[in-house]
């Protein structure tokens, strides 16, 4: 089974630090994604990686940027932390085939920004 | 800009109960269809994955179908149990460019009243 890792179920910072969301996958993936999930909006993608060093924007990457040095690790930052990205955050894994094979998801990090 | 919609937003039924859930797209050039079960402040676990060649997949008391044509997906839970009871979210992965990710519904939240 696939196993998408998250290191922190919950984590509470505050405004203007620099807060570091790690997210971890045992299957050798090529690709990587961060997603928040907010309600009434449903889950939106931030960023995605389809190779290490390599990162796409995804629809709201605006506050963030990424980092994927090594294949199984994907990273999420958060530059400076504001209110309005307390949030839940998703991160998934997939292979190579985007036809035929399915994200992965982690159990998420529940993020307040005080 | 692709929009998935899920219909009801919430279902309560008895235990023992066959239902269906719907989930429209409005751009059929998709590579698939993916269901999600989440469960309250969690992750999401990977129900069934549709290709868009395909129209149904089973697992266990779970059927999703596919009518790519008109846009819609269904899944349908035969016998429902309570612990069936979480929020079911569809997605598609577009054939597009563009960032890789999935475009999601905001999901029906489902109780099986025991």
């Known amino acids: 089974d696939v196993k998408v890792t998250q290191s922190s179920r919950y984590l509470v910072k505050r405004t203007g630090e620099k807060v570091f969301l790690e997210c971890v996958q045992d299957?050798?993936?090529?690709?990587m994604f961060w997603y928040r999930q907010d309600p009434g909006l449903g889950l939106r993608l931030i960023y995605f990686?389809?190779?290490?060093?390599?990162?796409e924007k995804g629809d709201i990457p605006e506050g963030y940027s990424v980092s994927r040095e090594k294949k199984e690790r994907f990273s999420l930052i958060l530059e400076s932390a504001s209110t309005n990205q307390t949030s839940m955050y998703l991160c998934?894994?997939?292979?190579?085939?985007?036809?035929?094979?399915?994200?992965?998801f982690g159990d998420g990090t529940r993020l307040s920004i005080l | 800009k692709q929009e998935v919609t899920q219909i009801p937003a919430a279902l309560s039924v008895p235990e023992g109960e066959n239902l269906v859930l719907n989930c429209s797209f409005t751009?059929?050039?998709?590579?698939?269809l993916q269901w999600f079960r989440q469960d309250p402040g969690k992750g999401l676990t990977s129900l069934l994955l549709?290709?868009?060649?395909?129209r149904e997949q089973t697992s266990g008391r779970l059927n999703a179908s596919l009518d790519k044509s008109s846009g819609r997906s269904t899944l349908y839970i035969a016998a429902s149990q309570p612990g069936d009871s979480a929020t079911y979210l569809c997605?598609?992965?577009?054939?597009?460019?563009?960032?890789?990710?999935?475009?999601f519904g905001k999901g029906t939240h489902l109780i099986i009243q025991p």
């Open positions: 998934a894994s997939r292979g190579e085939d985007v036809s035929n094979q399915p994200q992965h």
């Open positions: 299957m050798d993936h090529e690709n």
């Open positions: 990686s389809y190779d290490v060093k390599m990162k």
């Open positions: 751009d059929s050039a998709i590579y698939n």
């Open positions: 549709i290709q868009s060649s395909q």
């Open positions: 997605a598609v992965k577009d054939l597009g460019g563009g960032a890789d990710g999935l475009t």
